[in-house]
């Protein structure tokens, strides 16, 4: 089972910035949280990770709470094209692989 | 595109074929995956392999056949399938986990829509 809680849909409007939570409560201290999203019918493309710090790349910025119980993705300034379902997801380690377990995530629509 | 491809994109199939799903990635990557997609469900992996062996077999019915024959292809063989089998079939790489865990990120190819009929 997926180690991640998200809401099921949020909207956005465009040229705002999209916040989108993740509470992962059980989290151990060695597992990373990544984001993948995957518009319509197409491979989950990877967005960011982290690990207790915050993170930023070119698509969004990576908020981990200080406990490390939650984090938010957040999209800066939201387009037509970000609408996507985006998952947030524990990595598990162990053995010869690190798995990724996906969840339901939150289906993002962004409004003109 | 993120250096992982699939062939074909679409599929559709009797369930009395043979077909083989083809996955290829140009990242230099170590670790290769299968994941299913249902029609409403979250990815499930199926199988994974790591410099060409396989390390993860997700209790997946004998009618899937993976190979992997180096690390830079990887397939599933298909026969006699189900119409429940419909699905999108998506392949993934990776560094492997012998790489440090910050920097084995799994990138995602377009899939295979498989239809059976």
């Known amino acids: 089972d997926a180690k991640t809680t998200q809401p099921p849909s949020m909207d956005c409007a465009e040229g705002r910035a999209a916040n989108l939570p993740c509470n992962h409560s059980?989290?151990?201290?060695?597992?990373?949280v990544y984001w993948y999203r995957q518009i319509h019918s197409q491979g989950p493309q990877y967005i960011i990770h982290g690990l207790k710090n915050n993170e930023t790349n070119e698509m969004a910025s990576l908020i981990i709470t200080e406990d490390r119980k939650s984090s938010t993705l957040i999209l800066p300034h939201a387009t037509l094209r970000d609408t996507a379902v985006y998952y947030c997801i524990v990595r598990v380690f162990g053995g010869a692989t690190n798995k990724l377990i996906f969840g339901t995530g939150t289906l993002l629509a962004v409004q003109p | 595109e993120t250096g992982v491809t699939q062939t074909p994109r679409h599929l559709v199939m009797g369930m009395t074929n043979k077909k083989s799903l083809k996955c290829e990635q140009h990242l230099g990557h170590n670790a290769m995956y299968w994941y299913k997609q249902s029609a409403k469900k979250p990815l499930e992996l199926m199988f994974v392999y790591s410099l060409e062996e396989r390390v993860e077999n997700n209790s997946v019915p004998s009618r899937f056949s993976p190979e992997c024959p180096n690390s830079s292809h990887l397939f599933l063989h298909l026969h006699t399938l189900q119409p429940e089998d419909s699905a999108l079939y998506l392949c993934?790489?990776?560094?492997?986990?012998?790489?440090?865990?910050?920097?084995?990120?799994?990138?995602f190819g377009p899939g295979t829509r498989l239809t059976v009929l």
């Open positions: 059980t989290i151990s201290g060695n597992e990373y």
């Open positions: 993934a790489s990776s560094q492997g986990s012998q790489f440090p865990a910050s920097t084995d990120t799994q990138y």
